[in-house]
């Protein structure tokens, strides 16, 4: 098996039936691009820069972050490489910011929420960004989107931030695809709208499947509640694949659940075009797809949806695909 999978470092990723996804990679800093060009990742699907921001006193400066985005950007050499804008409160903190305690962190300010609201640390992040942008396949993302008045805020932000620096004469890529983070169910549900003002989404299947299913994902208590397979959450990411592909748009995943042997035939089929997964899960995420039809597989996961449990929806997959 392992024999399997060396071989297919630097080849693309082929269905049996010969359509084309593509597999990224998860990273947390540019010291984690090693893991991700040996296992033959075919872009960075998420950079979370949260980890920037952390483990410090202070706020990241724009040239520091400048740095490390185009490192990124330079290593992927020309390679897809989607940045995630700062995703902080919820499970992670900066103390720095002096932020008061919150009842649900998971449901209070965090991510994007905090980004529109402190405008000038915002900023700084955004800049880096674009100036990066002029050194690779860069693209944007922001995360914790509810609603469109923040995906419009926050693109007005980027481009007030791209006259600046052409003003200052400042090389910024000519174009930039500029996507949101699928994990909250409202967006999910009104993706047609979102799907207008956005080149692609990424379904962020942790936040999604705990904020779907009310769970909290830290909480022991609640995991089995948890699921990734339940139908209610395989129907919002196939409303969401269907509302990008109507407006001519892709959809990736970077939600564990990307790379998750189970899932992959029903993401498939549901015509998910990015999978984004730790480094490690891609060579065998590439092996298990060359096996598998995106077109036979179409009905196989529409199927899928009118299960009833997320225990029949495993049954189901593990038994024609011969799983575990
Ligand atoms: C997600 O929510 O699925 C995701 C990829 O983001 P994070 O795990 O950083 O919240
Ligand atoms: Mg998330």
Redesign the pocket.
Known sequence: QKEEWAKLVNEKTLTKDGAHVELAANIGTPKDLDGVIANGAEGIG?Y?TEFLYMGRNELPSEEEQFEAYKEVVERMENKPVVIRTL?IGGDKELPYLDLPEELNPFLGFRAIRLCLEQQDLFRVQLRALLRASAYGNLKIMFPMIATLEELRSAKQLLSEEKDKLLAEGVKVAEEMEVGI?V?IPSTAVAAPQFAKEVDFFSI?????IQYTMAADRMNERVSYLYQPYHPAVLRLIDMVIKAAHAEGKWTGM??EMAGDEIAIPLLLGLGLDEFSMSATSILPARSQLTHLSREELADFAQQALMEDTSEAVEQLVTKHYSIG
């Open positions: 998420l979370r995703d983070m994990e962020g299947t942790n936040d999604l970077c939600g």
